[in-house]
């Protein structure tokens, strides 16, 4: 028989949340590269592929129809209108992860972490703060080719994003990628020594007391 690992323990589901131009998807890359244990859940959209967006790596795109089919087939463990446009979380993608002995990172909104939270209360939830709403709103103007109308609809919905900041277990500001994905890796770190996620350590510690 195999030695008690101390080390076994049950999966968990990282969620980072923040506003559009905080960062999060530099940090959640920065994260995927810098440690194997995690895998991202790809959602499904309806919203349209971007340019350079891969279909199955950044998202699964579906149309509306598909997108329908998921919602009576329960395949969602949460889904929410982000936007105008619908996105929502696999349970296939986190089954995966999971099963293959892995963590999950979720890139999902306040509505997603809330209904995730209902599905399944250990969840850890990150959110990220932009600096200042200044320098957010100089990351939301982009090559400076969109019209004030739109940067204002987009700082709009970022506030909308930032107003749920209190739902989160860990809140940290992005003044510094290298700085804020440490602190992230940190967070991940901790969170997997927790007791309560240890299902091997009653059998090590018995092993190792008799
Ligand atoms: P984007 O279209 O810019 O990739 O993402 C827009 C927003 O949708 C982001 O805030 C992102 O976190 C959120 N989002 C992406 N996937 C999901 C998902 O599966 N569920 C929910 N609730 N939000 C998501």
């Not at 099963?99 to 250990?122: H, M, N, S, Y």
């Not at 506030?159 to 277990?169: K, M, P, T, V």
């Not at 969170?191 to 008799?210: H, I, M, N, P, Y």
Request: proline share 4%; aromatic share 6%.
């Amino acid at each position: 028989m195999a030695e008690p690992s101390p080390l076994k323990r049950r999966g968990l589901l990282f969620v980072v949340s923040s506003p559009s131009g905080a960062g999060k998807s530099t940090i959640s890359r920065m994260l995927l590269a810098a440690d194997p244990g995690i895998a991202m859940s790809v959602s499904a959209t309806t919203r349209p592929i971007r340019e350079g967006e891969i279909d199955g790596t950044h998202y699964h795109f579906v149309d509306d129809a598909a997108f329908d089919r998921l919602v009576a087939e329960e395949a969602f463990l949460e889904w929410a209108h982000v936007f105008g446009r619908r996105y929502g979380t696999l349970q296939s993608e986190v089954t995966r992860a999971i099963e293959a002995g892995r963590d999950v990172l979720l890139d999902i909104d306040w509505q997603g972490t809330q209904q995730l939270k209902q599905v399944d209360p250990d969840i850890v939830r990150v959110f990220i703060l932009p600096p200042s709403m200044d320098e957010l709103c100089r990351r939301l103007s982009g090559r400076g080719t969109d019209s004030a109308e739109v940067i204002a609809a987009r700082m709009e919905r970022a506030a909308g994003e930032i107003s749920h900041w209190a739902e989160y277990d860990y809140v940290l500001v992005n003044d510094d990628a290298d700085a804020c994905a440490a602190e992230v890796g940190a967070i991940l770190v901790a969170e997997r020594l927790k007791r309560e996620r240890r299902t091997g350590l009653v059998d090590f510690v018995r092993g190792l007391t008799g």
